[in-house]
């Protein structure tokens, strides 16, 4: 076993007796080289998931990259690139390219061959290096998620004057690479596997959407004779079922919102986090709605992207915002078929506005919905709860898998880093 000896590092601990400890600067080097005169148009960008990759393959939102490229930075192969204003949510990455980088970001290489910037990047990747920079950043909001512990949408910018002086861990050049090779190859066979699990889970998803589809506008018959309905999306439905507009099959309930007290919103339990549609209430006298409806968003650019769903089932006592609608479904109906039924909305065609799309009330309106017997949607209701059931099982333990697998690298990443696990180097 290995001799140890204290760090001086807080999150560091213990390190190896022939490591050293040293001042970022001391080991790394910013690169300030400006893209002036322009020496490349192939700008990169970097993500917290996948690091640093080309601009023009980054997906969603975020800043757009400038037209005038001679105000922005160079990156080298091997160079490490870290988002000076998110650093402790994890955006740091190993450039693999030599491309341009917008001058927020930092980028630090070594001109001593004995040092592993792989090694130093891996290192700048643990939850325990994020963490340890909080006192570090001049900023204006820190939120931890609960859930994954991370700090998001962290305005915090780490100046690189107070970057450099930070200590870190110092092992022999051969040690850095051999943990660095070591962690490579263990990270890639992990990550192999949770991009197999999530490739699982995204059939599963597909299959389960179009099994859904499929029930809702088909029913469980398949000897029963068909007919047109009329509208693209929906296609041929059963000959004795019905397609209505939307505001004929249900009860809008929008009107009877009213504004609760910030005192009295649990805004740590909100039932539908994107459109903030609802929240549980705590005190039974604040509640405004106390039975099962369907909430439907309202307004944002994830209505059109369709990141999270879009229909939720709000149950018990709990409050609504103007960001979402509220129906109720009429007699004749089931919720829940109903509900089935409008989260395979086609809602391209019924969204105004482009910048910032909105499903107002006049066009939730004239929503098409299919309308069986009220047997018939009991029926398939409890059949897609069933099944849907049994799916959603096969996904969770794919996700937990997922959950573990990530864990169990970052803190394989963190023991290795700091010499708590040893990796043989190379003579």
Request: net charge positive; hydrophobic share 35%; charged share 25%.
């Given at each position: 076993?290995?001799?140890m000896k204290p760090?001086?590092i ?11 400890v040293?001042p970022?600067k001391?080991?790394?080097?910013q690169?300030t080289?400006?893209?002036?005169p322009i ?5 990169l960008?970097?993500?917290i998931?996948?690091?640093?990759i080309p601009y023009c ?8 990259a400038k037209?005038?490229?001679s105000?922005?930075h160079l990156a080298?192969p091997?160079?490490i690139?870290l988002n000076?204003m998110n ?5 740091v990455?190993l450039?693999k390219y ?10 630090l290489?070594s001109?001593?061959t004995?040092i592993s ?5 891996n290192l700048?990747?643990?939850?325990e290096?994020?963490?340890s920079?909080l ?7 820190v939120?931890k998620?609960e859930?994954?512990?991370?700090f998001n ?5 780490i100046?690189?004057s ?6 870190l861990p ?6 850095q690479k051999?943990?660095?090779?070591y ?11 949770i ?7 995204e ?6 959407q179009?099994?859904i589809t499929?029930?809702?506008?088909k029913?469980?018959n398949p ?8 509208i693209?999306?929906i296609?041929?439905?059963p000959?004795g079922?019905e397609v209505r507009k939307l505001?004929?099959?249900f ?8 504004p609760?007290s910030?005192e009295?919103r649990t805004s ?14 705590d005190?039974?006298s ?9 909430l439907i968003g309202?307004d944002?650019?994830n209505?059109?992207l ?9 149950t018990g006592?709990?409050?609504v915002n103007?960001?979402?609608h509220?129906?109720?479904p009429?007699a004749?109906?089931?919720?829940s078929?109903?509900a089935?039924q409008l989260e395979q909305?086609?809602l391209?065609?019924?969204l105004?506005?482009s ?8 066009n939730?309106s004239i929503?098409?919905?299919?309308v ?14 069933k099944k849907?059931?049994?799916?959603d099982n ?9 959950e573990?697998?990530a ?9 290795c880093v ?6 043989a180097?190379?003579?």
């Amino acid at each position: 076993m290995r001799q140890m000896k204290p760090s001086g590092i807080e999150w560091v601990g213990d390190i190896p007796m022939g490591w050293e400890v040293k001042p970022l600067k001391a080991i790394l080097i910013q690169r300030t080289e400006k893209n002036y005169p322009i020496k490349t148009n192939y700008i990169l960008s970097l993500t917290i998931d996948k690091g640093v990759i080309p601009y023009c393959e980054k997906l969603g939102g975020g800043n757009k990259a400038k037209e005038d490229l001679s105000q922005y930075h160079l990156a080298y192969p091997n160079d490490i690139v870290l988002n000076s204003m998110n650093i402790i949510s994890g955006a740091v990455g190993l450039s693999k390219y030599f491309g341009a980088v917008s001058p927020v970001y930092y980028t630090l290489f070594s001109k001593h061959t004995g040092i592993s910037t792989s090694y130093y990047n891996n290192l700048f990747q643990t939850k325990e290096f994020q963490d340890s920079l909080l006192g570090f950043g001049n900023g204006i909001m820190v939120k931890k998620s609960e859930s994954s512990g991370k700090f998001n949408t962290v305005r915090l910018r780490i100046p690189i004057s107070k970057l450099n002086i930070i200590l870190l861990p110092n092992p022999k050049g051969k040690e850095q690479k051999a943990i660095a090779c070591y962690l490579d190859s263990k990270c890639n066979l992990i990550n192999n596997i949770i991009e197999k699990q999530k490739t699982v889970i995204e059939k599963l998803q597909s299959y389960k959407q179009s099994l859904i589809t499929e029930v809702v506008t088909k029913g469980l018959n398949p000897n029963v004779k068909m007919k047109t309905s009329g509208i693209e999306w929906i296609g041929d439905i059963p000959e004795g079922w019905e397609v209505r507009k939307l505001k004929y099959e249900f009860r809008n309930l929008d009107m009877l919102r009213q504004p609760i007290s910030s005192e009295n919103r649990t805004s740590g339990e909100n039932m539908y986090d994107y459109y903030g549609a609802s929240g549980v209430i705590d005190k039974v006298s604040d509640y405004i709605f106390d039975e099962p409806l369907i909430l439907i968003g309202e307004d944002g650019a994830n209505l059109l992207l369709r990141n999270l769903p879009l229909i939720y089932v709000a149950t018990g006592k709990y409050w609504v915002n103007n960001h979402a609608h509220i129906l109720k479904p009429k007699a004749h109906n089931c919720l829940s078929y109903m509900a089935y039924q409008l989260e395979q909305v086609d809602l391209g065609i019924y969204l105004s506005g482009s910048t910032q799309p909105k499903l107002t009330q006049d066009n939730l309106s004239i929503i098409p919905v299919v309308v069986p017997t009220l047997d018939e949607q009991l029926a398939i209701a409890d059949y897609l709860d069933k099944k849907c059931t049994v799916i959603d099982n096969v996904i969770n333990r794919k996700q937990k898998l997922i959950e573990k697998l990530a864990d169990y690298k970052k803190s394989l990443i963190y023991e290795c880093v700091t010499g708590k696990k040893e990796v043989a180097a190379n003579d």
